[in-house]
């Protein structure tokens, strides 16, 4: 069996309305014809069809790819852990499923990686250099800074930004750092930053093109504050790591 080049995973969460026209434009691009590309959907516990609508398109465009149906609701982070898990690819890659960053920008984090230039690739919307034709409101905006402030205070990663939706792996790194996830939900990009940082791993910012998509389902204050206290409960997890792995 020849073992892919690439793996894409694509965690959906019911992504009903937009799934088909993401596939098409994947298609579109050419991305998925590079290098033998490993596209991997994996569905979140939708509630509106999503997996269905994705198969169905799928076949219409002769595309192949798998749909991994979680049987519950688990989590960007679980899903893009199962994803990991399933991939086979020497570079892995995970992208959100409205393509905020177009597929420009995917095939430039499988370059770096696969150039050697890092274990990890990092897509950053706040680099200088990042450009941002549709932004999110200022609520959105404000609160993402005032959670990497809370990042940087609690000593988790110096990285500018930390939460941006597509990030590239090492097929090693990844299936190393997913391996035993604890933050599957709003803080575990931090997590796995964290990890790898920590870990050795080369870790490089990237800045992109990013087109925010707003999504009714997100409520940036609770969510705020959800994520906020995740990433202090992450905290105590990395610290009680580091003291017992001194403990030894």
């Known amino acids: 069996m020849t073992v892919p080049a ?25 991305i998925l014809e590079e290098q033998p590309t490993e596209l991997l959907l994996v569905d979140d516990g939708s509630t509106d069809g999503t997996p269905a609508i994705a198969e169905d398109v799928l076949r219409e465009l002769d595309l192949a790819a798998r749909v991994i149906r979680l049987p519950r609701n688990v989590g960007k982070g679980g899903a893009i852990q199962a994803g990991v898990a399933a991939s086979t690819g020497e570079v892995v890659a995970f992208s959100d499923a409205d393509l905020s960053a177009p597929p420009s920008a995917i095939e430039a984090t499988y370059e770096l990686v696969e150039a050697g230039k890092a274990d990890m690739v990092v897509t950053t919307r706040v680099h200088p250099e990042s450009v941002m034709p549709v932004k999110p409101s200022n609520t959105r905006r404000y609160g993402g800074k005032a959670l990497n402030i809370w990042i940087r205070a609690l000593g988790l990663t110096d990285l500018n930004d930390t939460q941006c939706g597509l990030k590239a792996y090492t097929g090693d790194a990844a299936r190393t750092l997913y391996a035993h996830l604890r933050a599957k939900r709003f803080a575990f990009d931090v997590e796995v930053i964290a990890r790898a940082e920590r870990a050795g791993y080369t870790v490089l910012e990237l800045p992109i093109e990013w087109s925010h998509v707003e999504a009714s389902r997100v409520r940036p204050f609770r969510d705020g504050v959800r994520m906020a206290l995740d990433v202090l409960w992450l905290r105590w997890l990395l610290w009680r790591d580091e003291r017992s792995s001194t403990a030894r």
């Not at 694509?10 to 009903?16: F, H, L, N, S, V």
């Open 6 to 30: 690439r793996s894409l995973i694509i965690p959906m969460k019911d992504e009903a309305t937009r799934i088909g026209s993401t596939l098409r434009a994947l298609q579109a691009s050419g």
